[in-house]
Every structure is written in structure tokens, then in C-alpha cells.
């Protein structure tokens, strides 16, 4: 499909993939060992519809990532809807707008989201999210140069929630997603005809918080857990082979302290690992393709099938395993729940996709209206998306009207 396409568009393919899958070059790869480096070849772990794992806002994007288990807003649907039910106000929503890839030139390119939650009663609360992606503007063209005409490619994710306290520590929160992919629809590969991907996924998650000794101050320590985008496969053609979507384990705890009246200040720290299959890197067919049908085995277990085996399929066993969970943490400290300051950090094994970078932000609050602010700092010469860019999230908390009366 990419050779059909203009460049600017297999750019734009090729950068998420290189920053949600740390796919490198694996047809220079003999025996896990790059013909031309010499050195032990990438095995990341690769899925479809990868824009269901970007941060979407701009909070977790200051936080390293981090936000399974840090404060509820209107936020959690992407990390953790379990923690909803432990919101501080009844209402809110919160607006997105991530700029993509500006630091090559792209002025087109971007996602949106938009979230937000309603507490029904001191147990009860449902959330709401819808992701955006724009690919831009492409102009299709055939092996030989000739246009195909134009496209705008776009994917999107719209998603409905509900938490529930089992205990007044506990919950529990379960969601449901439609995932819509839009890629190159109406275009034809090999006479193939591309149709737009859809699939169906669930989000699981748990959350316990509970107050903690800190000597005379206050304090808070959360645990959460969430399994997302548990679903079936997906595919742009009517072959019988369909890719992973990024099924993802993460596990966050987060530590807040209430330094005095005015001050608060949050540790928190995200372990995630996708649940989703590691290719087979071995070039005998014997051990990738033990059916002799030209089709990777790892590609062609059931979506519940590769949850499990994701856990056990490394080449390198428990120590690549290991190598697969993505860490990001961070601080966040509170003025007057009015202004906030927040830096964090990303680590991504160099073989796993080599992503690592600081991040810093920023937030203001006034009455009902909130923004906050997000930079990534590089750590490496891997080049990502978000270089030189600022996103920002606009919050809406409509529960501090209640507080003012």
C-alpha cells in the first residue's frame, strides 16, 4: 500500500510505527544480528491502529505518560475508568489538540480528543471519549508515478464508560470501544481493494485508593490497573490474516502528599506491556511458519490466544520479556488546586523501540476553566512525532459551580 502512495504519507505510516512498535529494519536482520551494524537486532512487538496508545493529553504527556493511577479528571477514560467514580467534582470534560509531526513540516497533521464524565451518585460515574487522527491531505499515486487522485486518511475511537465503588477504597471500571480506521479506502494494491478497518474493544480496570501515614502531613497512595483494547483483529482487505490492535497491561501507583492547606505535591509511576504477540524473528520457516502456509503462526492466534502468549513468546525468554514493559513516572506539585508544575520521565528498551525522553508541563486553574501545557525533551537521536511541539488540554470542571453555592 505505501508504494502506492505519496512519500509524505509513508513518513507519516512509518514514524508511528517506528514509535508505538520500535520497528527497525528487521530485512537487514540474519539470526537476530544486523548485517550491517552488527548489532543484535530490534524484536519490538507490532500492532495496527497504533494511535489508540498515544497520551492524549497534555497532564499524563508532562507526567512521562504516567496516569493509570494519579488523580481522577476528565482525562481517565484513556488510562483508567475506575478511577472516575473517585472524581472530585460531578461534571467535567476536557479538549485535546495535538499538533503531529511539525518539527518535518506538517501543518495537517493531528489528533483530537475529547473526554469527559458524569457522577451519578457518590458509587456511580459513566465517561465518554472520542480520538481524532488526521493524516493530512495525500495525493495517491500508482507504481509509475500517476495520480490516483486525493484522500484525507483519518482514524478515530469512540468510547463509553461506567464506574462503580465496590468498597469505599475499591473500584471497578469497564468500557466499550468502535475503532474506525480510514487508511487509503476506494484505492487498490495488486488488484486488492482497500476498505477502512473496524473493529470492537472493551477496556478493564481497577483502582484502589486509601489514606496513608506521612508523619504530621496527609497523604494518599493509589493502585490502579487497567487492561485496554481488548478486541478482535483488523484488516483493510477481506483476507483471513488480520493484524493485532494494541491490546496494552498497565499497572500505575501514585503517592500524593497534602504538604499543607495550599500545597500537594504527587509521585506516580506507569508500567505498561502490550499484550499482543512478539514476532518471530528466526528466518528457518520451520520455527515461524510451522504449517508451511506463508503465514507467521504468531499472526495467526485468536486475539485472547495472543494475550496469553504474549506474556511467554520471547526469543530471549523472562529477560526480553522484561524488556517489553514501557516505564514512565513523574512529579506533579499543586499550588491552591489553581496552579500546577509537572515533570516526568519515558524509558523504552533500545530493542524494544528505543523511545526515551523528559517531559515538563504546566496547568492553571480558574473557577471551571482549566489548561494545561506539555513539552517533550529527547534523550536519544530517535526522532519523535512530538519533537519541538507544545500540546495543550482545555478542562472544563462544570461540579465547581456546586461548590459555590
Avoid at 85 to 91: K, L, M, S, T
Avoid at 148 to 155: C, H, I, K, M, V
Avoid at 264 to 275: A, H, I, S
Wanted: glycine share 10%.
Amino acid at each position: 500500500m505505501l508504494a502506492s502512495m505519496k512519500k509524505r504519507f509513508a513518513s507519516i505510516l512509518v514514524a508511528l510505527v517506528v514509535m508505538f512498535t520500535g520497528q527497525m529494519a528487521q530485512a537487514q536482520c540474519v539470526n537476530g544480528i544486523n548485517k550491517v551494524t552488527g548489532e543484535k537486532c530490534s524484536n519490538a512487538v507490532v500492532s495496527a491502529v497504533p494511535f489508540l496508545r498515544i497520551v492524549p493529553d497534555s497532564r499524563g504527556g508532562a507526567l512521562g505518560d504516567a496516569g493509570i493511577a494519579t488523580t481522577a479528571d476528565a482525562n481517565s477514560m484513556h488510562y483508567n475508568p475506575s478511577k472516575l467514580v473517585f472524581a472530585d467534582q460531578n461534571v467535567a470534560i476536557s479538549a485535546t489538540f495535538t499538533p503531529w509531526m511539525r518539527a518535518l513540516g506538517l501543518n495537517d497533521v493531528y489528533l483530537a480528543y475529547l473526554s469527559g464524565y458524569k457522577k451519578l451518585d457518590e458509587r456511580q460515574a459513566v465517561g465518554f471519549s472520542l480520538r481524532y487522527f488526521s493524516l493530512g491531505n495525500i495525493d495517491f499515486t500508482d507504481d509509475m508515478g500517476g495520480s490516483l487522485g486525493t484522500g484525507r486518511p483519518n482514524e478515530f475511537e469512540i468510547a463509553a464508560g461506567y464506574s462503580r465503588k465496590l468498597s469505599e477504597k475499591l473500584s471497578a471500571g469497564v468500557a466499550a470501544k468502535f475503532i474506525f480506521s480510514n487508511l487509503a479506502t476506494g484505492q487498490r494494491v495488486e488488484g486488492v481493494e482497500i476498505k477502512p478497518g473496524i473493529a470492537g474493544a472493551a477496556d478493564l480496570s481497577l483502582t484502589y485508593k486509601t489514606p496513608v501515614n506521612a508523619g504530621d502531613k496527609k497523604a494518599d497512595f493509589t493502585l490502579g490497573a487497567a487492561v485496554s483494547n481488548l478486541g478482535n483483529k483488523i484488516t483493510y482487505t477481506q483476507s483471513n490474516i488480520r493484524d493485532y490492535i494494541p491490546t496494552n497491561l498497565g499497572i500505575g501507583t501514585a503517592y500524593r502528599m497534602y504538604l499543607d492547606d495550599y500545597n500537594t505535591l504527587t509521585f506516580t509511576v506507569d508500567f505498561n506491556k502490550l499484550m499482543v504477540p512478539t514476532p518471530c524473528d528466526n528466518p528457518d520457516p520451520a520455527i515461524c511458519d510451522t504449517d508451511g502456509n506463508d503465514v507467521a503462526d504468531y499472526r495467526e492466534l485468536s486475539p485472547i490466544s495472543g494475550v496469553f502468549t504474549s506474556f511467554s513468546d520471547s526469543p530471549g525468554g523472562l529477560q526480553e520479556e522484561l524488556k517489553e514493559v514501557n516505564i514512565g513516572g513523574g512529579i506533579e506539585y499543586w499550588y491552591d488546586d489553581q496552579f500546577a508544575v509537572r515533570a516526568g520521565y519515558f524509558y523504552e528498551n533500545y530493542s524494544k523501540g528505543n523511545r526515551k525522553y523528559f517531559s515538563v508541563g504546566m496547568g492553571l486553574k480558574y473557577q471551571i476553566f482549566g489548561l494545561n501545557f506539555s513539552y517533550i525533551i529527547p534523550t536519544t537521536n530517535r526522532r519523535n512525532p512530538l519533537d519541538n511541539t507544545l500540546r495543550f488540554s482545555l478542562l472544563f470542571d462544570f461540579g465547581a459551580f456546586d461548590s459555590e453555592e
